[in-house]
């Protein structure tokens, strides 16, 4: 069946430094994507979606790329801020229409 | 503005009690879904709606019901068959059902046994 794999964390980083948070997925046909935020306290936001091979997603300095050769959609951020600090989710769609969901990647920004 | 409230934010059962978790939206989307979060897992889906008048069960539906009676509103009760109620629930809206479209949440119900 359909599956998200995201990297454990927490990951911590100073202000300013590059993020990478890695996602694969494993999947019939050809899935949509998205990256969710979730903050202290809140639902989930969407941050941004792709929803074919070598689509680029992107919103407020985060961007991912829909890799079909290798299964992943990578969030990146080339200056982070604390305020980027949250809970990161992977997630695909397949024909179903469901959602699945990677486990999450808990990012922490220190001044 | 349009969105997805939740209420209570913070709810306590008692053992053998039966509670309900309200979700409302004003957005007009047709779909609707109820999630459950436990500390340092993903999301997993217990009920969802296509439209009104209709929904389905989830990966983890036993010790849940759901009704859609009205576009705007998706209520969860979680029955005392549920043994271990203890997570943070979502609920979520889509325009319709398809894989491109995106959900949006409403900020949760923190569900606790008291």
């Known amino acids: 069946g359909n599956s998200v794999t995201q990297m454990e964390g927490p990951v911590t980083l100073s202000e300013e430094a590059f993020l990478t948070i890695n996602c694969t997925y494993t999947?019939?046909?050809?899935?949509?994507l998205f990256w969710y935020v979730q903050y202290p306290g809140e639902g989930l936001q969407l941050l941004l979606k792709?929803?074919?091979?070598?689509d680029k997603g992107s919103n407020k300095g985060f961007e991912a790329t829909y890799r079909k050769e290798t299964t992943s959609f990578h969030l990146e951020k080339g200056s982070v801020q604390v305020s980027d600090s949250a809970v990161y989710f992977c997630?695909?769609?397949?024909?179903?229409?469901?959602?699945?969901f990677g486990q999450g990647t808990t990012l922490q920004v220190k001044p | 503005d349009g969105g997805i409230t939740q209420s209570p934010k913070y709810l306590f059962r008692k053992e053998g009690q039966n509670v309900t978790l309200s979700c409302e939206q004003n957005?007009?989307?047709?779909?609707m879904y109820w999630y459950r979060q436990d500390p340092g897992q993903g999301l997993r889906l217990i009920y969802y709606s296509q439209i009104v008048n209709d929904f389905q069960k989830g990966d983890i539906a036993e010790g849940y019901s759901v009704s859609r009676e009205k576009k705007e509103s998706f209520p969860l009760t979680v029955t005392s068959a549920q043994k271990n109620p203890t997570a943070f629930y979502l609920c979520?809206?889509?325009?319709?059902?398809?894989?491109?479209?995106?959900?949006?949440f409403g900020d949760g119900t923190r569900l606790s046994i008291l």
């Open positions: 792709a929803t074919k091979a070598d």
């Open positions: 957005l007009n989307h047709d779909a």
């Open positions: 979520a809206s889509s325009i319709d059902w398809g894989a491109n479209q995106p959900q949006h």
């Open positions: 999947a019939t046909g050809y899935p949509s």
């Open positions: 997630a695909l769609a397949g024909n179903t229409g469901k959602l699945i």
